[in-house]
Structures are given as structure tokens and as C-alpha cells.
């Protein structure tokens, strides 16, 4: 659980997920959404206002999976560089 770091949304309690993962083996089973729901009803029991949901942004299949089955839309993008 987390507020936003941004002051015009520091009421809004967020439950961050961080990198859901599915075993190879046991992908396009449905055990990554009731993963999702699992972490999303336990933010709704602490209060959370919304869920924050990260994840890598070359994994498009996963992408395509929280967008389309789970409701998630991208909100903001954080870029990265090796130095």
C-alpha cells in the first residue's frame, strides 16, 4: 500500500503490485488473473482506492493479457538507460 508521490493525489491510496509471475509450465491457465485478484481484494479490504500494476514493458503477451482480461490501462511510463 502506497500514496501517490504526486501532491494534487496524495489522498488516493494505491496497492502496488510489482511483477506478477507464472511459471512457464503453468501459463494461459488463468493463475496470473486470480493472482491479480487475489492482490486487488486484499487492496479493496486495506482501503486502496486503486491498484497500481508494474511490469515489463517488453512482455507484451502479459501486457495484452492486464489491458484486455484484467482492466488495466497504461497511466504513466517510466523509461530506463544503462549508464
Not at 2 to 22: F, H, Q, T
Not at 57 to 80: C, D, K, L, Q, V
Amino acid at each position: 500500500m502506497d500514496r501517490s508521490p504526486d501532491p494534487m493525489y496524495k489522498n488516493l491510496l494505491y496497492c502496488v503490485i510489482v511483477e506478477i509471475a507464472v511459471s512457464r509450465g503453468h501459463q494461459s491457465q488463468g493463475i496470473g488473473c486470480r493472482l491479480l485478484d487475489a492482490a486487488e481484494a486484499w487492496g479493496r479490504v486495506h482501503g486502496a482506492d486503486f491498484a497500481s500494476l508494474e511490469y515489463l514493458a517488453e512482455n507484451a503477451r502479459a501486457a495484452e493479457s492486464y489491458r484486455r482480461r484484467m482492466g488495466y490501462w497504461p497511466a504513466h511510463i517510466t523509461a530506463i538507460k544503462r549508464l
